[in-house]
Protein backbone atom coordinates (compact mmCIF):
# COMPACT_ATOMS: atom_id res chain seq x y z
CA UNK A 1 0.00 0.00 0.00
CA UNK A 2 1.16 2.94 -0.79
CA UNK A 3 1.64 5.82 1.87
CA UNK A 4 -0.83 7.86 -0.25
CA UNK A 5 -3.52 5.37 0.56
CA UNK A 6 -2.98 4.73 3.82
CA UNK A 7 -3.29 8.45 4.53
CA UNK A 8 -6.90 8.01 2.27
CA UNK A 9 -7.91 5.21 4.59
CA UNK A 10 -6.89 7.33 7.68
CA UNK A 11 -9.26 9.84 6.22
CA UNK A 12 -11.91 7.51 6.33
CA UNK A 13 -11.59 6.16 9.70
CA UNK A 14 -11.86 10.17 10.80
CA UNK A 15 -15.28 9.91 9.68
CA UNK A 16 -15.96 7.75 12.48
CA UNK A 17 -14.36 9.75 15.23
CA UNK A 18 -17.00 11.13 17.96
CA UNK A 19 -15.44 14.28 19.02
CA UNK A 20 -18.76 16.40 20.54
CA UNK A 21 -16.61 18.41 23.50
CA UNK A 22 -13.47 19.48 21.12
CA UNK A 23 -14.85 19.18 17.79
CA UNK A 24 -11.55 17.82 16.54
CA UNK A 25 -11.50 14.79 14.55
CA UNK A 26 -8.55 12.28 14.08
CA UNK A 27 -8.22 9.29 12.06
CA UNK A 28 -5.12 6.96 12.16
CA UNK A 29 -4.66 3.58 9.68
CA UNK A 30 -1.28 1.68 10.94
CA UNK A 31 -0.12 -1.09 8.24
CA UNK A 32 1.59 -3.96 8.89
CA UNK A 33 3.49 -6.19 6.60
CA UNK A 34 1.67 -8.37 6.13
CA UNK A 35 -0.64 -5.73 4.05
CA UNK A 36 -3.55 -5.99 6.84
CA UNK A 37 -4.56 -2.35 7.83
CA UNK A 38 -6.45 -1.48 11.20
CA UNK A 39 -8.41 1.84 11.46
CA UNK A 40 -8.94 4.22 14.61
CA UNK A 41 -10.13 7.26 15.44
CA UNK A 42 -10.74 9.77 18.43
CA UNK A 43 -13.43 9.00 20.94
CA UNK A 44 -13.72 10.94 23.65
CA UNK A 45 -15.52 11.09 26.90
CA UNK A 46 -16.97 14.21 29.29
CA UNK A 47 -14.14 12.71 31.55
CA UNK A 48 -11.25 13.85 29.41
CA UNK A 49 -8.95 11.43 30.89
CA UNK A 50 -11.67 9.12 29.70
CA UNK A 51 -10.45 9.50 25.97
CA UNK A 52 -8.68 7.39 23.51
CA UNK A 53 -6.99 9.07 20.23
CA UNK A 54 -7.39 7.77 16.91
CA UNK A 55 -3.26 6.48 16.58
CA UNK A 56 -3.83 4.65 20.16
CA UNK A 57 -6.85 3.11 18.91
CA UNK A 58 -5.91 1.89 15.92
CA UNK A 59 -1.91 0.51 17.37
CA UNK A 60 -4.32 -0.88 20.14
CA UNK A 61 -6.79 -2.76 17.39
CA UNK A 62 -3.04 -4.22 16.07
CA UNK A 63 -1.69 -5.05 19.45
CA UNK A 64 -4.93 -6.86 20.52
CA UNK A 65 -5.37 -9.11 17.63
CA UNK A 66 -1.44 -10.22 18.19
CA UNK A 67 0.82 -8.32 16.21
CA UNK A 68 3.71 -6.55 17.57
CA UNK A 69 5.82 -3.52 16.89
CA UNK A 70 8.21 -5.80 14.11
CA UNK A 71 4.64 -6.15 12.29
CA UNK A 72 3.97 -2.67 11.47
CA UNK A 73 5.43 -0.91 8.33
CA UNK A 74 3.71 2.29 8.76
CA UNK A 75 1.14 4.89 10.49
CA UNK A 76 -0.73 7.55 9.60
CA UNK A 77 -2.64 10.60 11.32
CA UNK A 78 -4.87 13.22 10.27
CA UNK A 79 -7.14 15.72 11.31
CA UNK A 80 -9.59 17.99 10.44
CA UNK A 81 -7.19 20.50 11.96
CA UNK A 82 -5.62 24.09 10.31
CA UNK A 83 -2.46 22.07 11.53
CA UNK A 84 -1.18 18.61 11.08
CA UNK A 85 -1.82 16.12 13.43
CA UNK A 86 1.01 15.29 15.43
CA UNK A 87 0.31 12.80 18.41
CA UNK A 88 -0.76 14.04 21.82
CA UNK A 89 2.43 13.47 24.87
CA UNK A 90 0.79 10.67 26.18
CA UNK A 91 0.05 9.27 22.44
CA UNK A 92 3.95 9.54 21.85
CA UNK A 93 4.69 7.87 25.11
CA UNK A 94 2.78 5.02 23.78
CA UNK A 95 3.65 4.72 20.43
CA UNK A 96 7.29 4.82 21.41
CA UNK A 97 6.99 1.52 23.04
CA UNK A 98 4.21 0.13 20.76
CA UNK A 99 6.14 1.47 17.50
CA UNK A 100 10.00 0.62 16.09
CA UNK A 101 12.32 3.95 16.91
CA UNK A 102 12.23 4.02 12.50
CA UNK A 103 8.96 3.66 12.10
CA UNK A 104 7.66 5.68 9.23
CA UNK A 105 4.85 8.26 10.82
CA UNK A 106 2.66 10.34 7.81
CA UNK A 107 0.71 13.31 9.40
CA UNK A 108 -1.70 14.90 7.35
CA UNK A 109 -4.78 17.33 7.69
CA UNK A 110 -5.38 17.31 3.91
CA UNK A 111 -3.77 20.51 2.91
CA UNK A 112 -0.37 19.68 4.40
CA UNK A 113 1.64 16.39 4.67
CA UNK A 114 4.68 15.81 7.21
CA UNK A 115 6.70 12.65 7.09
CA UNK A 116 8.72 11.45 10.69
CA UNK A 117 9.67 8.54 12.65
CA UNK A 118 9.13 7.30 15.79
CA UNK A 119 12.39 8.42 17.23
CA UNK A 120 11.77 11.89 15.62
CA UNK A 121 8.45 12.28 17.22
CA UNK A 122 9.86 11.55 20.33
CA UNK A 123 13.76 11.84 21.24
CA UNK A 124 15.02 10.20 24.54
CA UNK A 125 11.79 8.31 25.38
CA UNK A 126 11.53 7.29 28.68
CA UNK A 127 10.92 3.05 28.27
CA UNK A 128 11.23 -0.22 29.32
CA UNK A 129 15.06 -0.33 29.77
CA UNK A 130 13.93 2.82 32.76
CA UNK A 131 12.06 0.40 34.23
CA UNK A 132 12.90 -2.91 34.19
CA UNK A 133 16.55 -3.23 36.04
Not at 13 to 39: Q, R, T, W
Not at 67 to 85: C, H, M, Q, W
Amino acid sequence: MEKQELIKEAFKAMENAYAPYSNYHVGACILLKDGKIFHGANIENASFGGTNCAERSAVFAAYSEGYRKNDIEALAIVSDGDRIAAPCGICRQVLSELLTKDTPIYLSNGKEEQDVTMAELLPMSFDMEDVIR
